[in-house]
């Protein structure tokens, strides 16, 4: 399966109700469109769906993570939007562990489930990405997300698929919970 386009987001803050945002909170996110394969049919074999996630997850993750510099990820969160003449189950295909392991690989490492979110929705599309702390899923500072629209897609026999990450938690996070900086590293979850 081939990449036909791509589309890139980047949302920086650096303020945040009157305060600074030091270093500014930037968020990426990347999203490929393909044709689904099996728009418009049943398919019980999903496989060639999840098999492609590798090599255009590394496509988009490379895009992302060269977004997100000078920073370095620290959160992640993953999403596709299927066209109408496609299945949510084929969008789900492409975003399980091939998908996921290779945006901990460009993260530089994760040991906590990704976050992620799927839907069926015509072109003009908004999606909310998740982000969670690539490290431990119990780091409250980094419970995020971003928004994005994709203008013209999916149309009804494509996929979009997307990865997103950012270089740090909320702007003033002040909620409590387990910091980043006290992160064990073992589950995944704190």
């Known amino acids: 399966m081939q990449i036909k386009r791509t589309l890139t987001f980047i949302e920086e803050i650096a303020e945040e109700a009157?305060?600074?945002?030091?270093?500014?909170?930037?968020?990426?996110?990347?999203?490929?469109?393909?044709?689904?394969?099996?728009?418009?049919?049943?398919e019980r074999d999903l496989k060639p769906l999840t098999d492609a996630s590798e090599n255009i997850g590394r496509t988009i993750?490379?895009?992302?993570?060269?977004?997100?510099?000078?920073?370095?990820?620290q959160s992640y969160g993953k999403a596709a939007i299927i066209g109408f003449q496609g299945e949510q189950e084929h969008g789900v295909s492409m975003l399980t562990t091939v998908f996921g392991n290779v945006m901990r690989e460009a993260a530089g490492g994760g040991?906590?489930?990704?976050?992620?979110?799927?839907?069926?929705?015509?072109?003009?599309?908004?999606?909310?990405?998740?982000?969670?702390?690539?490290?431990?899923l119990y780091v409250r500072?980094?419970?995020?997300?971003?928004?994005?629209?994709?203008?013209?897609?999916?149309?009804?026999?494509?996929?979009?698929v997307i990865c997103a990450f950012a270089n740090r938690g909320r702007a003033n996070h002040r909620v409590g919970g387990l910091a980043a900086s006290d992160i064990k590293g073992v589950d995944g979850l704190i």
């Open 18 to 42: 009157g305060q600074r945002a030091n270093p500014p909170l930037r968020k990426v996110a990347v999203a490929a469109i393909i044709d689904n394969p099996f728009a418009g049919r049943f």
């Open 111 to 136: 040991k906590a489930w990704i976050s992620s979110i799927t839907k069926r929705a015509a072109p003009g599309a908004t999606i909310d990405i998740p982000l969670a702390h690539k490290d431990a």
């Open 141 to 160: 500072s980094h419970y995020d997300g971003i928004t994005i629209t994709l203008p013209d897609a999916p149309l009804p026999n494509e996929i979009a």
């Open 61 to 73: 993750c490379t895009l992302a993570i060269s977004m997100l510099a000078p920073h370095k990820a």
